[in-house]
């Protein structure tokens, strides 16, 4: 059995090269200096790079120059070339730059995220290959291995637009229910409901992460075809919420929508702290 685990990275940062199952990614554009990171050595597998990328996606943001659209789509960039081109991994996983799975420390921690130092050291620590076969035991009897849940102040709707802007996010409600009409039983998730695992770090069987990423991106599309711009940047027009990035939403969006499918599809989680990089 074989997991593999991106981790999307948009800088340079402390990273275990020698791992066997966690690999650093970034999504490079095609012009001189879009590159997050640089990757003279190949270290860094570029998720921009082949015919099965998010650039299939481009001509929705083209009004703004690549650099741009890459950073509106950040991590997702990895979730769609993971989902899009292995086709022999039993498992897939993703995280972001700073964000590992602490799986072998959840045992007597009671806490929702560990936080650790940030040096090739730790990283070698959260992706050795006891941390592997820890995973593979627990994908035995659980459906996905994932960071612990997040208990809110407010409700997952209502902390959502608290900072950012509800055109995307009724826009994301509806486009749930056209995609996956089976889903509209469970939308009061959204609103009734304050735990989340937010800043999501999760691995999961190939068909199921490959039937998330795909439903998240037939999601987007229809936000991309209905809204008002997809691109929204407060540097060029005022914006009537606190997120200094407003195009940021395709990211915000992501991270309720990976638990919401989890949920909705009723799959048994196995939590494991989130390991910070600091």
Same mark, same amino acid.
């Given at each position: ?77 990895? @979730? ?20 590992? =799975? ?11 995220? =560990? ?20 995973? =593979? ?5 659980? @459906? ?135």
């Amino acid at each position: 059995m074989n997991i593999n685990m991106m981790i999307h990275t948009h800088k340079e940062y402390a990273f275990n090269f020698d791992s066997s199952w966690v690999k650093a990614s970034y999504a490079g554009g095609s012009g001189p200096f879009e590159w997050h990171p640089p990757s003279p050595n190949g270290e860094y597998t570029n998720v921009n790079s082949g015919l099965n990328t998010i650039s299939k996606y481009r001509h929705y943001y083209s009004q703004v120059d690549e650099l741009d659209f890459l950073k509106a789509l950040g991590q997702q960039a990895t @979730d769609y070339y993971l989902a899009n081109n292995d086709t022999e991994s039993e498992y897939l996983g993703v995280g972001s730059y700073r964000r590992y =799975l602490a799986i072998q420390q959840g045992v007597g921690f009671v806490g929702e995220k =560990l936080h650790v130092p940030s040096n090739v050291d730790s990283c070698k620590m959260l992706t050795s290959e006891s941390q592997k076969e820890a995973a =593979l035991r627990y994908l035995q009897s659980a @459906d996905v291995v994932c960071s612990r849940y997040r208990m809110m102040h407010n409700s997952i709707e209502n902390q959502y637009l608290e900072s950012q802007l509800p055109e995307y996010w009724n826009l994301f409600k509806e486009g749930i229910q056209v995609v996956n009409p089976s889903y509209r039983k469970h939308m009061l998730w959204f609103t009734d409901y304050s735990i989340c695992n937010y800043e999501c770090v999760y691995i999961l069987p190939r068909h199921l992460f490959k039937q998330l990423v795909n439903e998240y991106f037939e999601i987007m599309e229809f936000i991309w075809k209905n809204c008002s711009n997809t691109f929204p940047d407060k540097s060029k027009q005022q914006y009537n919420c606190t997120e200094i990035n407003p195009w940021r939403y395709p990211g915000f969006l992501n991270e309720r929508f990976v638990p919401f499918f989890f949920y909705a599809n009723g799959l048994r989680k196995m939590e494991v702290p989130l390991a910070f990089l600091e």
